[in-house]
């Protein structure tokens, strides 16, 4: 089988091949480390990150469903000094590249924030705009374009560092959005983050999770984040981090075709923690029998009817 180099470039930053683990479903990556070494994935999204620390929402906050799960854990982090004291020295050991989630009620924060991970060494920022913002009464900046641009623009400012705006697919039109953060900076977009789900359990009559609803992640997700990808990838230019749903080379490819330059594992790491290097390894093997070079020769080469 023909060697396939795995290599791709996200935003000016290259990685050894196109598999990072998706923000909340990683940790820190010490868990996973007692496993296998973490170096053998391109990045890790780190668990989201907020200003101050956050013990997040009460439980029940996980619910598995058919085809994945719901969740409501609330962001529950160490806050960014923490995890800047604490985790970042021991994930700099390792040989990938360090992509910090963060997650702000208002746009100030999000710019203190990208400023103190900029000056302690990550390698980028993935911005998460599906968060309540304070200021506009609960509405989130990823719905609205003026907000998602107004807190792209702060992290830019902020940052010394590629900023990546993640995307919420629970809005009417996800290419505004991202058309709107493009417009105000961002270097990549990722998406899609969580569908917002619920479930009854029909005896207790009651919500499976306390805070009612919850995300939705997992294979249910994976068409909704093909179409996206795909919308998305046709009204920017800037670069895509696909991901939803993803569990096999199978799917990574997918989403590639459908315009990601590199993809995130998530939910399927809780059922099989080796998932991301069977998504590597899946995704080389693919291009290997479609006689690529590269593994980044995938993206964007769908052919629609």
Not at 8 to 29: D, E, H
Not at 192 to 200: A, H, P, S, V, Y
């Amino acid at each position: 089988m023909r060697n396939v180099d795995m290599s791709v470039t996200l935003a000016g930053m290259t990685m050894k091949n196109p598999v990072v683990v998706a923000s909340g479903t990683f940790g820190f990556g010490r868990e996973y480390g007692a496993l296998y070494p973490i170096d053998e994935l391109g990045g890790i999204c780190v668990k989201g990150l907020t200003f101050q620390r956050r013990e997040g929402n009460p439980p029940p906050r996980i619910a598995e469903t058919p085809m994945g799960i719901l969740n409501s854990v609330g962001l529950q982090n160490p806050g960014v000094d923490g995890f800047i004291a604490d985790e970042l020295p021991e994930l700099k050991k390792h040989d990938l590249r360090i992509i910090a989630n963060i997650s702000g009620n208002t746009p100030e924060e999000y710019g203190i924030m990208c400023e103190k991970l900029s000056a302690a060494g990550v390698d980028m920022i993935e911005v998460n705009i599906s968060c309540p913002n304070v200021k506009a009464g609960g509405l989130q900046y990823g719905v609205v374009p003026e907000m998602a641009a107004e807190v792209t623009e702060q992290a830019k400012r902020h940052s010394t560092v590629p900023v990546m705006v993640k995307l919420s697919p629970n809005v009417t039109d996800i290419t505004e959005i991202a058309r709107a953060v493009e417009g105000a900076g961002a270097d990549a977009v990722s998406l899609i983050n969580t569908l917002r789900g619920m479930r009854i359990d029909v005896k207790t009559r009651r919500p499976v999770l306390h805070q009612n609803t919850g995300g939705l992640s997992g294979p249910a997700v994976l068409p909704v984040a093909v179409r996206m990808v795909w919308e998305v990838s046709n009204a920017v230019r800037i670069p895509v981090l696909g991901m939803g749903g993803i569990a096999k080379g199978e799917d990574a490819a997918q989403m590639m075709l459908a315009g990601a330059t590199a993809v995130a594992v998530g939910t399927a790491c809780f059922a099989d923690p080796f998932a991301p290097l069977r998504v590597r390894d899946g995704l080389a093997a693919i291009a290997a029998e479609q006689g690529l070079e590269r593994v980044s020769q995938l993206t964007g080469q769908v052919q629609p009817w």
